[in-house]
């Protein structure tokens, strides 16, 4: 079975700018294809950032391309927001979806901004 793990997030600070990563418990990750979504309270999952890693083609929310990066480092994949504001608030949720188009969804991370 595979996992997928969140890490990174917490408190941070307005204005400045957090890390988080994405992990699974597969040695084929590296053909997969990996999203961030986020769900602020009371709202419905939308889409921040997704990255195929094989081909590296990726897309970015309208919402936050001149604040987010999405990259693989270290067999993972990250998301790097910066310049934080208090609508990243939100709880992260990493999916990764195989080369036979099975999903995988991490527990979620909290993102919490303080002003």
């Known amino acids: 079975q595979v996992h997928v793990v969140e890490s990174g997030g917490g408190l941070v600070q307005s204005g400045g700018s957090t890390r988080l990563s994405c992990k699974a418990s597969?040695?084929?990750?590296?053909?997969?294809?990996v999203t961030w979504y986020r769900q602020r309270p009371g709202e419905e999952r939308e889409l921040v950032a997704a990255?195929?890693?094989?081909?590296?083609g990726e897309r970015i929310a309208d919402s936050v391309k001149d604040r987010v990066i999405i990259f693989r480092h270290d067999n993972a994949v990250w998301l790097e927001i910066n310049n934080l504001i208090s609508e990243d608030t939100a709880m992260y949720y990493c999916?990764?979806?195989?080369?036979?188009?099975?999903?995988?969804w991490g527990k979620g991370i909290l993102v919490t901004v303080s002003s």
């Open positions: 999916n990764a979806i195989d080369h036979y188009a099975r999903d995988y």
């Open positions: 597969s040695s084929f990750f590296n053909n997969w294809a």
């Open positions: 990255l195929a890693i094989d081909c590296g």
